[in-house]
């Protein structure tokens, strides 16, 4: 059964960082996409950032410069390191797998099968 888990969400101030992590379990993932997407009060859900098999990223230009996306195969794991929050942030964050590209990955969520729960990341100004 495919299971993911994000955690490290939380409350911080405007300028503050936080990592979240999502834990993969029930499928081999270091081959696809995954991807995290965030979904604010009242807003629809779209792309944060996403990272391919072949290592390669893609980000959402509002947080260019600010979130970055790594992946750790061994432990079947996915992050994303943010940093300069700023209140627009606040939203739930959920990862997600591409089950059907490994490389060249998109931050559309109507591509991504398989998804998470979500971790809240507040940001207060």
């Known amino acids: 059964q495919v299971q993911l888990v994000e955690s490290g969400g939380g409350s911080v101030q405007a300028g503050g960082s936080l990592r979240l992590s999502c834990a993969a379990s029930?499928?081999?993932?270091?081959?696809?996409?995954m991807g995290w997407f965030r979904q604010g009060p009242g807003k629809e859900r779209e792309g944060v950032a996403a990272y391919g098999g072949d290592g390669s990223t893609n980000y959402a230009d509002s947080v260019k410069g600010r979130f970055t996306v790594s992946r750790d195969n061994a432990k079947n794991s996915l992050f994303l390191q943010m940093s300069s929050l700023k209140p627009e942030d606040t939203a739930m964050y959920y990862c997600a797998i591409d089950t059907w590209r490994s490389r060249d990955c998109t931050t559309a969520r109507e591509d991504y099968i398989y998804w998470g729960q979500g971790t809240q990341v507040t940001v207060s100004s």
């Open positions: 029930g499928y081999t993932y270091s081959y696809y996409c």
